[in-house]
């Protein structure tokens, strides 16, 4: 695989990162149910997008938050969404994007990202142990909380 570089998401790229493919079984795990029931708490101004690149081809989104101030820990800075494309699965763009938040992460001055998901067998917990979170919790709709040291 090429080298991968990060872009803002921006109109030119937003098509693409909306219509990046799963594998089947993946659908179900596109938004744990408690990013449902707090969507309405987002803030525009916190919010940080990213798309990964591969030579011009988008092949990752990353949808992350920063807002020390939100009433839910888990929410402060953390993972909201995260898509690779199926065809790239496996080598390493789910984890560069990953790695991208959390050097941001640093330098904003936190020392931890958080990230929920849905228990699963086609799901993102195994993803997530690989790139180093470790589960800290459940939420009330019985998504796992997982967190990474900075």
């Not at 909306?18 to 101004?45: D, H, R």
């Not at 699965?89 to 931890?112: M, N, P, S, Y």
Request: one cysteine or more; glycine letters at 10%; charged letters at 25%.
């Amino acid at each position: 695989m090429g080298a991968l570089r990060l872009e803002d998401l921006s109109a030119s790229n937003i098509v693409a990162a909306n219509t990046l493919s799963l594998k089947p079984g993946q659908e179900q795990f596109i938004a744990p149910v408690t990013y449902s029931a707090e969507a309405s708490v987002v803030n525009p101004e916190t919010a940080w997008q990213r798309v990964a690149l591969l030579d011009d081809r988008v092949v990752g989104f990353i949808h992350g938050n920063f807002d020390p101030e939100n009433v839910h820990e888990e929410f402060r800075a953390c993972i909201w969404r995260i898509n690779v494309d199926a065809e790239v699965q496996g080598q390493g763009v789910g984890r560069f994007l990953a790695t991208a938040l959390a050097e941001e992460a640093k330098q904003r001055g936190f020392d931890r990202i958080t990230v929920l998901w849905e228990p699963g067998d086609e799901g993102p917990e195994a993803f997530f142990h690989r790139v180093g979170f470790t589960d800290v919790g459940e939420t009330a709709y019985g998504d796992v909380i997982g967190a990474l040291e900075l």
